[in-house]
T-cell receptor, first 114, second 118 residues
Framework: DAKTTQPTSMDCAEGRAANLPCNHSTISGNEYVYWYRQIHSQGPQYIIHGLKNNETNEMASLIITEDRKSSTLILPHATLRDTAVYYCIVPPGYSGGGADGLTFGKGTHLIIQP | GAGVSQSPSNKVTEKGKDVELRCDPISGHTALYWYRQSLGQGLEFLIYFQGNSAPDKSGLPSDRFSAERTGGSVSTLTIQRTQQEDSAVYLC????????????????FGAGSRLTVL
C-alpha cells in the first residue's frame, strides 16, 4: 500500500494558488517527499521533492510540516494546463524497506476552473 | 538516451498470446522500475531493478508476469498467456541512484506501452 494519503479531487480557479495536501505520518527521518503529476495519457512528470526544509522551484513550492508528517504542494498561479493528477510519494530511504512506498496510489485530481 | 523510451507504444493482442514490452532507460541510470496503470486507476508498482538484479518481485500480479534486465540497461516485461484484465498502460521509469542510496532520487518516466487484450 502507498505510504501517503491524498484527497481524491480538488478544484481551483485559474490564476489562484492551488494547495494540494498530503499526509505521510509514517515517514522516516531519511525519507524524502516527492511530488509528481500526470497529465492525461502521458507518463508522470517530476515536480519537486524535499526532506525537511521548504523547497521552491520554477514549477511549485513544497511546504513540509515541522514533524514531517504532512506536506503541501503549492502551485502559485494555477493555469488550465495544470489540470492533472498529482501524486505524493515517499520512497524508502537508505535504511531499507524494500519497494514499499513506490506505489503512487490514485493521487489528487486537480481541476483548474476557468 | 535523452529520455526513457518504451516500445511498443501500443499493442493489441488476443487473449492467450504472450507479449513483450521493452524499456530503454536513460543512459547511466542504475535503477529501473515497472508500473501498471489500469483505466482510471493509480500507478500500481510491479517491480524494480538495481542494476540487473530485482530484489523484490512481490509486486508482480501473477506468475504469468516476468521481467529481466541485461547489461544494466534495457529491460523487458513479459506477460504470458495474456488475459483481458492485463489490459492497461505499462509504464517504465529510471533513476540515477540505487533505491536504497542516501539522498534524493528522482524517477523519470517513459510515455508507456498501452496493452489491449481482446
Amino acid at each position: 500500500d502507498a505510504k501517503t494519503t491524498q484527497p481524491t479531487s480538488m478544484d481551483c480557479a485559474e490564476g489562484r494558488a492551488a494547495n494540494l495536501p498530503c499526509n505521510h505520518s509514517t515517514i522516516s527521518g531519511n525519507e524524502y517527499v516527492y511530488w509528481y503529476r500526470q497529465i492525461h495519457s502521458q507518463g508522470p512528470q517530476y515536480i519537486i521533492h524535499g526532506l525537511k526544509n521548504n523547497e521552491t522551484n520554477e514549477m511549485a513550492s513544497l511546504i513540509i510540516t515541522e514533524d514531517r508528517k504532512s506536506s503541501t504542494l503549492i502551485l502559485p498561479h494555477a493555469t488550465l494546463r495544470d489540470t492533472a493528477v498529482y501524486y505524493c510519494i515517499v520512497p524508502p530511504g537508505y535504511s531499507g524497506g524494500g519497494a514499499d512506498g513506490l506505489t503512487f496510489g490514485k493521487g489528487t485530481h486537480l481541476i483548474i476552473q476557468p | 538516451g535523452a529520455g526513457v523510451s518504451q516500445s511498443p507504444s501500443n499493442k493489441v493482442t488476443e487473449k492467450g498470446k504472450d507479449v513483450e514490452l521493452r524499456c530503454d532507460p536513460i543512459s547511466g541510470h542504475t535503477a529501473l522500475y515497472w508500473y501498471r496503470q489500469s483505466l482510471g486507476q493509480g500507478l500500481e508498482f510491479l517491480i524494480y531493478f538495481q542494476g540487473n538484479s530485482a530484489p523484490d518481485k512481490s509486486g508482480l500480479p501473477s506468475d504469468r508476469f516476468s521481467a529481466e534486465r541485461t547489461g544494466g540497461s534495457v529491460s523487458t516485461l513479459t506477460i504470458q498467456r495474456t488475459q483481458q484484465e492485463d489490459s492497461a498502460v505499462y509504464l517504465c521509469a529510471s533513476s540515477p541512484r540505487l533505491l536504497e542510496s542516501s539522498g534524493a532520487n528522482v524517477l523519470t518516466f517513459g510515455a508507456g506501452s498501452r496493452l489491449t487484450v481482446l
